[in-house]
Every structure is written in C-alpha cells, then in structure tokens.
Nanobody, 124 residues
Framework: QVQLVESGGGLVQAGGSLRLSCAASERTFSRYAMGWFRQAPGKEREFVARITWNSGRTYYADSVKGRFTISRDNAKNTVYLQMNSLKPEDTAVYYC?????????????????WGQGTQVTVSS
C-alpha cells in the first residue's frame, strides 16, 4: 500500500505564497504521474495540476495557471506545488495523488492512491 503524506499547508493572506510537498512511500514513485487536487467546503473535488513521470509535461487548471507550479524530485519521492498570488477562492483541502500510469489525465479516476490532505486557507 502506497502512502502519500502532504505538508506545507496553512493560513496565508491574499497575494501570499505557500509550497506544498507530498512524500511517497513507494520506491516506484518515479514511474507514475502525480497530481494535485483540491476540495473546498460544499464543493466537489477538482483538479489543480499534474506532472508526468519524468517532469516532461505539466498541466494546470485554468483557475491556477500562471500562479501555481507543480514539480517533482524523483530522487526524493516527492512532488511539490508552489502556489503564488494566492486568492481567497484557493481556500481548500489540497490532496496529492499517484496516477495509474506515467501519463495519466486530470480525472480523479485516473489516480489510485491519495494523501490525507492539507488545509490551505487564504484570508482576504
């Protein structure tokens, strides 16, 4: 069973930055795409960003494009989400997920393992 542990969430003012990290227990981490999703209170979980197994391609939701950056360090079994210019509407629980394949898509069903989530709160 793969374990994913997120960290780095917290409370930040609008316009600020946070960097989320997600450490994987799986030694084959480098074989799979990774993604970040978020869920705000009363809303469905939504895709935020994803990265292919070798960092060759990254993809973002329109709502975060130009503000968030996903990256990974396969030597450390860790994926990151750098969040800049944060807005109150970015407030949510953020989840990292390990995909089914090296190039999985943006649907939740494309991911097989999920972290427990980390809270991000952006005050106005």
């Amino acid at each position: 069973q793969v374990q994913l542990v997120e960290s780095g969430g917290g409370l930040v003012q609008a316009g600020g930055s946070l960097r989320l990290s997600c450490a994987a227990s799986e030694r084959t981490f480098s074989r799979y795409a990774m993604g970040w999703f978020r869920q705000a209170p009363g809303k469905e979980r939504e895709f935020v960003a994803r990265i292919t197994w070798n960092s060759g391609r990254t993809y973002y939701a329109d709502s975060v494009k130009g503000r968030f950056t996903i990256s990974r360090d396969n030597a450390k079994n860790t994926v990151y989400l750098q969040m800049n210019s944060l807005k109150p509407e970015d407030t949510a629980v953020y989840y990292c997920a390990m995909a089914l394949t090296a190039y999985s898509g943006s649907a939740s069903s494309d991911y097989r393992y999920w972290g427990q989530g980390t809270q991000v709160t952006v005050s106005s």
